[in-house]
């Protein structure tokens, strides 16, 4: 008797949960951003910080997969799909980079980058500043210099950008195979 009344408490204060947690796996933030710059100027200023030495393949979001050298059409969209699965199904760390001409790179832990062109998000602020926080993961803590989860525009826009690829992750539409420079000679 006495055993029953301690599940029950347990139970009660939540020491034990009565049903199974409803987590998504992998955890997706909610937010889905409605707009995003144009895949062509995305892909040029890419091309740009790679100085034209990269292959790369591009998601309907804008994310780009950087691919290894001399990979067929058919294996560069093999590893661009598989890079960005690896991405979305371990923990998506992001690694937010300013570059010199005010423009962020989201970089990750595999060969993929989102380019968040500032001159564009500069027009929907407003929506990222009100939304950024929907960008986060169910119970992700990223630690800023402002505190958890306190994030400057830089890093509001940083959020967008991995949004993007999150969107990119979950539905995975290849828009476009870019051969470098030198890989046309």
């Known amino acids: 008797m006495f ?7 347990a139970l009660f204060i939540g020491v034990f949960p ?13 937010w889905r951003p409605n707009f995003t710059a144009e895949a062509a100027m995305i892909l040029e200023q890419l091309v740009f910080y790679t100085n034209d030495q990269k292959d790369m393949v591009q998601f309907s979001n804008g994310t780009l997969v ?17 890079v960005l699965s690896d991405i979305y199904n371990y923990h998506p760390d ?4 300013a570059m010199k001409d005010g423009n ?7 060969p993929a980058v989102n380019v968040v062109l500032t ?22 803590v990223l630690i800023t210099p402002l505190g958890n989860n306190i994030f400057d525009d830089f890093g509001m826009q940083a959020l967008y950008g991995r949004a993007l690829m999150f969107m990119d992750a979950q539905d995975p539409v290849i828009i476009r195979l870019y051969r470098h420079a030198k890989a046309n000679q």
């Open 3 to 9: 055993d029953r009344f301690i599940v029950f408490f």
């Open 18 to 30: 009565l049903h199974a947690s409803n987590k998504v796996f992998p955890p997706v933030p909610d």
């Open 66 to 82: 950087l691919l290894p050298d001399r990979l067929s059409d058919t294996a560069a969209y093999d590893y661009a799909l598989k």
């Open 94 to 97: 992001m690694k937010p980079i």
């Open 104 to 110: 962020i790179v989201v970089q990750y832990n595999h």
């Open 119 to 140: 001159g564009f998000t500069a027009k929907h602020m407003d929506e990222i500043r009100q939304l950024h926080l929907n960008g986060l993961v169910t119970d992700e």
